[in-house]
């Protein structure tokens, strides 16, 4: 029998910087949602990605000093190699550079334009740069923008619009008809009360101001703009053609089952991104959940408070899996989450130190110490034995609930209440008191083997959450992880099996004192080398006269090449110049340079060099001369030669 689809989304990283943790918060937790998923038999397609044209990037790309693509590949790069980190399981990691997608863009914006939903237009209004978003001046706070609070400047620009008005009362009627859509509740209500009962103003969809973003081409000066490109990708990345030829991922998966965002951008995927597939007659995604965020303990997150705290930092100080259950047992399902370094040393010393290493180490232990390894159940039971394993047979239950629902946190507490009950039946069945007793072997076996037992189904329905935990519990009992149905039943483990005669602790516990020693360090780190960066943007300029302007066809008559230094000599009679055979393709040419001073002849053999090769041939003390090799002058008169940047060949032209 087919596995029945189901289609999980994360919103698309924008690629201005580093996800901190609370942006990585919302990957871990759309991967334990489809990890989950496929455990209950779901056939689970992930998507995730990074969202990478705007204003914003265009503007740090030029800060940067290199061009928007290299930006945004050098941005997603981290990303993805965060999300690697975390260990998520996703499908498809997309881009909204990548050809495909934008093709896909282009055609939506002239599908929508030619059915009379799209118009041009002209646009005055306030525009948050960071938010990439217009706001008219009622929907200002305090002057500034309603996401983030930052600044708005006045803009103006001729502007493409698509007209939101035209679908809104279908779309009030779709949310009404279906009151999961939005999730959770007060999301619901914030967007009607707020946004579509007053009534939808038309929306912006081009941009003439900046020129990173996919072009309109039919109108090449407009490029689309940031929220009709970035949202249409939950469709593109499943092969969507909006011409009709839309490839078999689409037709299986979509509608999506889950869009997994945060819910500051919450208005954007339950008004304009249903408006969209309205107008392009496609079916609504089942539902929309913006989850809170994960605060500091200050404030939100952001580099300009200085209170940003990355998932790989928090790593090596503590684990993947032990990050991976700080964000998702510590977020409530509405209300926001917060996270400080003293709470994290708290978890991971009471809960997975205590609660979970500790139990499976003293189990193993025991087994070790009164069995040789060997767990067999005796079968013989008293009253403590009934209440573990209603318990740990009923886990499975109250997680399957918890995650009907999406509430993640509530479906770990479960799994963690298992484990507790384990400890409590140590301390009621008292294991070291039944290995005094030699009547009361088959006993103590019996205890351990519930023990046993029970650690394995907790585990199985941990691997979701803590993938590598649970691989490390079953490869030290020598058990592997349960199926769902397999959870309906206690018993499974093999009677006789060996746990293993070298258990490992699984989580070590931290002195809050050390590690904020380790904090402070890293945190000292990064000042430093932030330090550095600005120094080296203060580094000084240097302004030179500057001369008379030339056109293209001036230009067009120098020839520049890259050129390898295959011989170099001292000029005699000179204190400046060094003579050098230059490899410029197949051809060698001697060139005469005063740069005795900043290189001696021995380090030239074997550079590539810029090269100006047309310059007419003249002597220099008395040697004949037959280009320029290229350098660049400090204010100090020191030279350097200016290099290729990448490997060249002699000979490649330089333009």
Same mark, same amino acid.
């Given at each position: 029998?087919?596995?029945?689809?189901?289609?999980i989304? !994360?919103?698309?990283?924008?690629? #201005?910087?580093?996800?901190?943790?609370?942006?990585?918060?919302?990957?871990?937790?759309?991967?334990?949602?489809?990890?989950?998923?496929?455990?209950?038999?779901?056939?689970?397609?992930?998507?995730?990605?990074?969202?990478?044209?705007?204003?914003?990037?265009?503007?740090k790309?030029?800060?940067?000093?290199?061009?928007?693509?290299?930006?945004v590949?050098?941005?997603?790069?981290?990303?993805?190699?965060?999300?690697?980190?975390?260990? !998520?399981?996703?499908?498809?990691?997309?881009?909204?550079?990548?050809?495909?997608?934008?093709?896909?863009?282009?055609?939506?914006?002239?599908?929508?334009?030619?059915?009379? @939903?799209?118009?041009?237009?002209?646009?005055?209004?306030m525009?948050?740069?960071p938010?990439?978003?217009?706001?008219?001046? /009622?929907?200002?706070?305090?002057?500034?923008?309603?996401?983030?609070?930052?600044?708005?400047q006045?803009?103006?620009?001729?502007?493409?619009?698509?007209?939101?008005?035209?679908?809104?009362?279908?779309?009030?009627?779709?949310?009404?008809?279906?009151?999961?859509?939005?999730q959770?509740? /007060?999301?619901?209500?914030?967007?009607?009360?707020?946004?579509?009962?007053?009534?939808?103003?038309?929306?912006?969809?081009?941009?003439?101001?900046?020129?990173?973003?996919?072009?309109? @081409?039919?109108?090449?000066?407009?490029?689309?703009?940031?929220?009709?490109?970035?949202?249409?990708n939950?469709?593109?990345?499943?092969?969507?053609?909006?011409?009709?030829?839309?490839?078999?991922?689409?037709?299986?998966?979509?509608?999506?089952?889950?869009?997994?965002?945060?819910?500051?951008?919450?208005?954007?995927?339950?008004?304009?991104?249903?408006?969209?597939?309205?107008?392009l @007659?496609?079916?609504?995604?089942?539902?929309?959940?913006?989850?809170?965020?994960?605060?500091?303990?200050?404030?939100?997150?952001?580099?300009?408070k200085?209170?940003?705290?990355?998932?790989?930092?928090?790593?090596?100080?503590?684990?993947?899996?032990?990050?991976?259950?700080?964000?998702?047992?510590?977020?409530?399902?509405?209300?926001?989450?917060?996270?400080?370094?003293?709470l994290?040393?708290?978890?991971?010393?009471?809960?997975?130190?205590?609660?979970?290493?500790?139990?499976?180490?003293?189990?193993?232990?025991?087994?070790?110490?009164?069995?040789?390894?060997?767990?067999?159940?005796?079968?013989?039971?008293?009253g403590?034995?009934?209440?573990?394993?209603?318990?740990?047979?009923?886990?499975?239950?109250?997680?399957?609930?918890?995650m %009907?629902?999406?509430?993640?946190?509530?479906?770990?507490?479960?799994?963690?209440?298992?484990?507790?009950?384990?400890?409590?039946?140590?301390?009621?069945?008292?294991?070291?008191?039944?290995?005094?007793?030699?009547?009361?072997?088959?006993?103590?076996?019996?205890?351990?083997?519930?023990?046993?037992?029970?650690?394995?189904?907790?585990?199985?329905?941990?691997?979701?959450?803590?993938?590598?935990?649970?691989?490390?519990?079953?490869?030290?009992?020598?058990?592997?992880?349960? /199926?769902m149905?397999?959870?309906?039943?206690?018993?499974?483990?093999?009677?006789?099996?060996?746990?293993?005669?070298?258990?490992?602790?699984?989580?070590?516990?931290?002195?809050?004192?050390?590690?904020?020693?380790?904090?402070?360090?890293?945190?000292? %780190?990064?000042?430093?080398?932030e330090?550095?960066?600005e120094?080296?943007?203060?580094?000084?300029?240097?302004?030179i006269?500057?001369?008379?302007?030339?056109?293209?066809?001036?230009?067009?008559?120098?020839?520049?090449?890259?050129?390898?230094?295959?011989?170099?000599?001292?000029?005699?009679?000179?204190?400046k110049?060094?003579?050098?055979?230059?490899?410029?393709? #197949?051809?060698?040419?001697?060139?005469?340079?005063?740069?005795?001073?900043?290189?001696?002849?021995?380090?030239?053999?074997?550079?590539?060099?810029?090269?100006?090769?047309?310059?007419?041939?003249?002597?220099?003390?008395?040697?004949? #001369?037959?280009g320029?090799?290229?350098?660049?002058?400090?204010?100090?008169?020191?030279? #350097?030669?200016?290099?290729?940047?990448?490997?060249?060949?002699?000979?490649?032209?330089?333009?």
């Open positions: 029998m087919s596995k029945k689809p189901y289609y989304t !994360t919103a698309i990283a924008y690629t #201005s910087g580093k996800p901190h943790i609370g942006n990585t918060y919302e990957i871990v937790l759309a991967d334990a949602i489809a990890r989950f998923k496929r455990k209950e038999g779901y056939d689970v397609r992930f998507q995730t990605g990074t969202d990478e044209h705007g204003q914003k990037i265009e503007l790309a030029e800060e940067a000093g290199i061009s928007p693509k290299e930006f590949d050098n941005t997603a790069k981290e990303i993805k190699r965060i999300w690697d980190l975390m260990n !998520t399981s996703y499908d498809k990691f997309i881009r909204t550079t990548d050809e495909d997608h934008e093709k896909q863009v282009q055609k939506i914006f002239r599908k929508l334009y030619d059915k009379g @939903d799209i118009y041009k237009g002209y646009y005055e209004g525009y948050c740069t938010c990439e978003s217009f706001f008219t001046e /009622s929907q200002l706070v305090d002057g500034k923008c309603p996401d983030c609070g930052r600044p708005c006045p803009a103006k620009e001729e502007a493409y619009f698509f007209r939101m008005s035209k679908y809104a009362d279908r779309l009030i009627q779709y949310i009404n008809e279906h009151p999961d859509f939005i959770p509740e /007060s999301r619901k209500n914030e967007m009607m009360n707020n946004f579509l009962l007053p009534g939808l103003q038309d929306l912006c969809v081009s941009r003439t101001s900046f020129t990173w973003g996919i072009p309109v @081409d039919f109108d090449p000066k407009h490029v689309t703009y940031v929220w009709l490109d970035a949202l249409t939950y469709i593109t990345g499943l092969g969507y053609d909006c011409d009709g030829e839309s490839g078999e991922l689409f037709k299986k998966y979509w509608p999506a089952d889950l869009h997994l965002i945060g819910k500051d951008i919450i208005r954007f995927h339950t008004i304009y991104w249903p408006i969209f597939l309205m107008a @007659d496609l079916p609504l995604p089942k539902q929309v959940f913006g989850h809170p965020w994960l605060l500091q303990g200050d404030g939100k997150m952001s580099k300009s200085g209170n940003v705290i990355y998932a790989d930092d928090l790593v090596e100080l503590f684990g993947v899996d032990a990050v991976r259950y700080f964000v998702l047992h510590e977020m409530p399902f509405e209300n926001d989450g917060v996270i400080t370094w003293d994290l040393v708290e978890r991971m010393n009471s809960d997975l130190a205590n609660t979970l290493g500790n139990l499976v180490n003293r189990t193993i232990s025991m087994s070790n110490k009164y069995f040789n390894g060997v767990v067999a159940n005796a079968g013989v039971t008293d403590f034995d009934k209440n573990l394993m209603d318990v740990a047979l009923d886990t499975k239950h109250k997680v399957v609930k918890c %009907s629902k999406l509430r993640v946190a509530d479906a770990m507490t479960e799994i963690f209440n298992l484990f507790k009950r384990c400890n409590k039946y140590i301390d009621e069945t008292m294991p070291w008191a039944l290995a005094k007793d030699p009547e009361k072997t088959d006993r103590l076996s019996t205890v351990l083997y519930n023990l046993v037992e029970s650690i394995t189904i907790g585990a199985s329905l941990l691997t979701p959450f803590m993938p590598e935990t649970a691989e490390r519990i079953f490869a030290q009992l020598n058990s592997s992880e349960r /199926s149905d397999e959870l309906e039943m206690f018993g499974l483990y093999k009677s006789g099996n060996k746990v293993t005669d070298k258990p490992e602790i699984l989580f070590a516990r931290l002195d809050a004192k050390e590690v904020q020693a380790k904090v402070e360090e890293l945190n000292a %780190s990064k000042q430093t080398q330090a550095e960066e120094k080296k943007d203060d580094e000084p300029v240097i302004d006269e500057a001369k008379e302007e030339i056109t293209f066809d001036d230009f067009e008559k120098m020839q520049f090449q890259v050129g390898e230094i295959i011989a170099c000599e001292e000029v005699k009679k000179s204190k110049l060094l003579c050098s055979q230059v490899k410029i393709g #197949s051809q060698v040419k001697q060139i005469v340079s005063g740069i005795k001073k900043h290189y001696s002849a021995e380090e030239m053999v074997g550079k590539k060099v810029m090269v100006l090769v047309n310059l007419k041939p003249a002597k220099l003390a008395g040697v004949l #001369s037959e320029m090799l290229l350098c660049a002058e400090d204010e100090n008169g020191e030279l #350097s030669l200016m290099v290729p940047e990448k490997k060249m060949p002699a000979g490649a032209e330089i333009c």
